[in-house]
Structure formats: C-alpha cells, structure tokens
C-alpha cells in the first residue's frame, strides 16, 4: 500500500474531464450485512436463473480485499449511455459501441492520469457494483433495483477502481437512496419484493440464456434487452442524449426495419454489430428473439 492519501478532488476532476458523469470514493470494507443478507437470500431463491458465475465466489462478492488483497478505496464511477438517436428494437444500453470496451479504457486513462494503484472493473468481476454505487453516494437505488445517477437518471454504465490506497476523504450515500418496491410488480412480474426474478426478464431471456424462449416471456418494443422499468423509473425524465459518440448508433442500425430484421443474414449480423454488446447474443440467439417479436408484434 502506499503512504500518500488519494486526493479525492483530482480524481473527480479528471473523471469528469474524460467523460464520466459522475464519480464517488467509498472505504473498502465488507459489504453491509443487511445488503449481504439480501443478495444471498436471492442466491437462495434460484432468481439469478442460469447465471452460474452469480453463485461463484460470492464471498469475494462481500470482501472485496479478496478479490484484490490490500484495497483501501473504491472509486465508482458512471457514464451516460442515452443515446441522441435510437433503434427502437434494441435496448438503449446497446444502440452504439460496447460500454466494456469504452469504459474501461476511459478508466485506465484515469488511473495513469491521476498515478492510482490497483485494478479496473467493468462488470466482469465478482463485484456487487450497485452496492458500491449506493455506497459512494453516485445515485440513489431504483425500485427495480438500477441505480440513478442525478441530473442523468438511470442511463448511466457503471465501473470500479479497486485501489490500494486510502483516501484523503469518502463520500456517503445520498439521502433516499433506497426505494420501496410497492406497485413494481404489475409492471412487470420479475420485479418482486425480493429482488429481480432473473428467469422472469425479458432483457435476461433475451441476452443471457441459450436455448428455446419460454412460452412466457412477453416481448414488447425491443428484442435485445428490455428497457420498460428503466423507463417507468421516476428519474428517467432526468436522462439526456450523451455526447459519447461511441454509444450512438449506427446509421445503418437505424435504418433497420421489422422487414430488414426478419431477412437478417449472418453476414449483415456481424457488420451491423461489429464491436456491440448485442454479438453477445450471438446470431442464433438474435433470431431466436426476432422470429418471436415478429410473431408477438
Ligand atoms: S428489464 Fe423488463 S422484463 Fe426485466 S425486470 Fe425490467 S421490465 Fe421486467
């Protein structure tokens, strides 16, 4: 560990300069215990579907110094993912380039600008990153459990400095920060009071899982992700077009109509997704979701 506090102020200022919206600094310590009791008893519940890696390593979870053995401070930071134009038939967070790719660049950026030590993260740790959010005071926790970030809503990415020093000071979580849940589950039956039923979400079925769609599964406007509770959340009025250009989309995916997606080659597929989040779908996975939107639609 070294000797010199971080000088919180600075990495703000950077963060800012290179396109962060928003960025908090929180002591590395165990998670709170009723946010651990939450997570395990979701664990518990099967709700995290066939997302094996959620069920690995869950201490490292609840420890971060066991995912990096020395940390002293986590740095959250955000971005703004809305995008000027859109494909309606794509979830917001996917319309341009994807966030792993750009997020952890700007990140490592910051760490060589401002000299820190430690590791980057981008939602490919054991990191419970919503917690950490909440915990630095970035934005307040939604009822469907996103985090909205002030001024920006809830269309912002989300990634974390591990760093082996202390801070010269840390930052708290806003005041009503944690939501209720009452009225949620008419939205949408995934979003029940313990948490979000992983195995009920379209934006999980559509994305994550292989294989056939369940009979269930309702698809709406989109048959990539789903952003219905993203936009029914309160704080979505305060979301506004990002400058980035690397989350806008393409002409040529706007262009994109309900024929054009019904007659989608694979060879298309990968120009049109070249360096997209959506190729985590892989093509099968793509036509799976558009056979069954254009017979739901
Ligand atoms: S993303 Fe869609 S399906 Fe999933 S919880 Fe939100 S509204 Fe429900």
Same mark, same amino acid.
């Given at each position: ?153 809830? %269309?912002?990415?989300?990634? $974390?400095?591990?760093? &082996?020093? @202390? ?10 920060? +944690? ?53 029914? %959340?309160?704080?979505?009025? $305060?979301?506004?077009? &990002?400058? @980035? ?10 262009? +994109? ?41």
């Amino acid at each position: 560990m070294s000797s010199a506090l971080l000088n919180s102020t600075d990495i703000k200022a950077q963060a800012l300069r290179l396109g962060f919206v928003a960025c908090g600094l929180a002591k590395a310590e165990p998670v709170a215990e009723s946010f651990a009791e939450r997570y395990l008893h979701w664990l518990e519940r099967g709700f995290c579907a066939e997302m094996d890696y959620m069920r690995r390593n869950v201490e490292m979870r609840l420890q971060p110094d066991l995912l990096v053995p020395g940390v002293r401070t986590i740095v959250c930071l955000a971005m703004n993912f809305m995008p000027e134009r859109q494909q309606p038939a794509i979830s917001l967070y996917a319309q341009g380039k994807d966030y792993h790719d750009v997020m952890k660049q700007r990140m490592q950026e910051l760490m060589q600008t401002c000299g820190l030590e430690g590791r980057c993260f981008v939602d490919t740790a054991p990191v419970l990153e919503r917690y950490w959010a909440w915990k630095s005071g970035i934005g307040t926790i939604t009822p469907s459990g996103l985090i909205a970030v002030p001024g920006y809503g809830p %269309t912002v990415f989300l990634g $974390e400095l591990f760093l &082996t020093s @202390e801070a010269d000071s840390y930052d708290a979580p806003l005041p009503g920060a +944690m939501p209720t849940k009452s009225g949620w589950q008419s939205l949408c039956p995934a979003l029940t009071a313990e948490g979000l039923d992983a195995r009920k979400c379209v934006s999980y079925q559509t994305i994550e899982h292989r294989g056939e769609l369940p009979e269930s599964i309702r698809l709406h406007q989109t048959f990539y992700g789903c952003d219905r509770c993203l936009r029914a %959340t309160p704080q979505f009025v $305060e979301a506004r077009p &990002t400058q @980035e250009p690397a989350f806008q989309p393409s002409d040529a995916l706007l262009e +994109m109509t309900p024929n054009d997606w019904r007659n989608l080659t694979e060879e298309q597929y990968r120009t049109l997704f070249k360096g997209s989040a959506v190729k985590r779908a892989k093509y099968e996975g793509l036509m799976r979701n558009i056979n069954r939107w254009l017979k739901q639609g």
